[in-house]
């Protein structure tokens, strides 16, 4: 007679999501607290965050903003003004928790429309345990045209059949030799980054460690540092167009749309 265990259920992961907001923006200064529709554009992305994940928290520099987000009920900390990017404030502001999580979600502050089902989407990457960061990426259509295409600031990203990004680019990538480049979409499925990301929590310490590479340098896209130094990011998909909001003029876009709905 054999003895059989039960096999052991996998521990669930916990998951926490950090929002860097700086005040300072060369294009937008003050940009979190900027008013869309009656809220702030910080405290929209933590609404949008929170009906996914129970634990968010921002990161700021400034105490405006730490105070907006205390105002509405939101959690925050307070971090230091001398990070480069993002992912470098996120991970201070994950050292200063009081808990562990095994995976952090870093979503940008100025993603006000930032939908639920693409943060689960990003979770759902951490299904496979060797995954050790996430981001997502949706299909260019036609309907987008050749010039969403070719602006450097969509960059786009080439895949393996893994779904891990092998190239980021401010360029089109692949380049399709014999077809006339407006042509491209229908020939193609180019991928448009869409720069949210999820981190196991020691990958995210250990890549915050990492010296600037020639790569990131040149195409000015922190996460080609990453794939330099060896680090897999898994790639999920989203049909969700992003709403990012760089400069004023892209807030009253916004603030019609929202008003003529």
Known sequence: MTDTKPSKKPIPLRFVGIIPARYASTRFPGKPLADIYGKSMIQRVYEQ???ILADVYVATDDQRIYDAVLAFG??????STDHKSGTDRCYEAFSKLKEWFDVVINVQGDEPFIQPEQITELIKCFDEPDTQISTLAKVFTEKDGYGLL?????????INRKHEAMYFSRSVIPFIRGTEPTNWISNHNYLKHVGIYGYRADILREITLLEQSPLEIAESLEQLRWIENGYRIKVGFTTVESVGIDTSEDLERVNEMLLEQ
């Open 74 to 79: 939101g959690k925050v900390i307070m971090t």
């Open 150 to 158: 070719t602006n450097p600031n969509n960059p786009k990203v080439v």
């Open 49 to 51: 965050v929170s009906k």
